[in-house]
């Protein structure tokens, strides 16, 4: 990986945004690799992952307008991976759009105090849907304010609500965030995945999140080899050989 650093230390996974070019605006490259991670965390035998950005001035500025993701939601835990250990965001600066949403779909959030939420979709004129799971992580009335007004959530408002853990001192939200882990990976890991799973269970969906499900269970099938057999021994007349691959 090129623009997603991963770090290990102590069971605690330091996933880092590196994109600084253009503040992490989500491409295909940028979502790969960030897909690429949350795979190597799920495998490891790290027990927490801190999710943050190499700069102070932004976490994510959303997708990149030149060159727009075609999968996103492989970039975001939970969605394209699926994961029964924790992710912690540490933000600060901007958090825009798709960033948003990889915020929102973590566990838990350690906010430097310089830190910005703003979802401008409706500003714009699109959306990718993936937005939608905001209503069961914050109050409803706020969330749709937040939607479909495109005004800034400021950092204290965020906290108020419960989208925000802890507001950290500036500079200060990876180490904060960092320890948070430490803490929980301290803790029994069967116990801290259970949980984790059973209040998941509980929460509900979004449309986004069902679709992740599907998509998650049917694109291994599209990509495998026993496809591609099946489909030749088909068009050969021929029993397929397939080696569950």
Not at 70 to 96: E, Q
Not at 188 to 193: G, K, S, T
Not at 215 to 240: C, N, Q, T, Y
Request: charged share 25%.
């Amino acid at each position: 990986m090129t623009i997603v650093r991963y770090d290990s230390n102590d069971h605690v996974a330091t996933i880092t945004m590196n994109r600084i070019s253009v503040r992490n605006a989500l491409n295909n490259a940028l979502c790969d690799e960030l897909r690429e991670a949350w795979l190597r965390f799920r495998d490891s035998d790290d027990r927490v992952a801190v999710l943050a950005s190499a700069e102070e001035a932004y976490f994510c500025v959303g997708a990149d307008v030149n060159e727009l993701p075609v999968n996103m939601w492989h970039a975001v835990p939970g969605l394209g991976v699926a994961l029964d250990k924790p992710v912690i965001a540490a933000t600060s600066g901007w958090v825009v759009g798709g960033g948003f949403v990889l915020v929102q779909m973590a566990d838990m959030c350690i906010a430097s105090e310089t830190t910005r939420f703003i979802y401008p979709e409706a500003k714009i004129g699109t959306t990718g849907g993936g937005i939608s799971s905001v209503v069961a992580r914050m109050p409803h009335k706020v969330a749709m304010e937040f939607l479909l007004v495109g005004e800034e959530l400021p950092v204290e408002r965020a906290y108020q609500i419960g989208f925000v853990n802890k507001i950290a001192p500036k500079g200060q939200h990876i180490v904060l965030a960092q320890e948070m882990a430490a803490k929980i990976a301290a803790n029994a890991p069967l116990i801290v995945q259970s949980l984790k799973n059973l209040t998941r269970d509980v929460m509900p969906k979004g449309p986004l999140e069902t679709v992740a499900e599907v998509r998650r269970l049917l694109d291994p099938v599209r990509e495998s080899e026993d496809l591609k057999e099946g489909v030749k021994a088909f068009k050969e007349k021929r029993k397929p050989q397939f080696k569950g691959k």
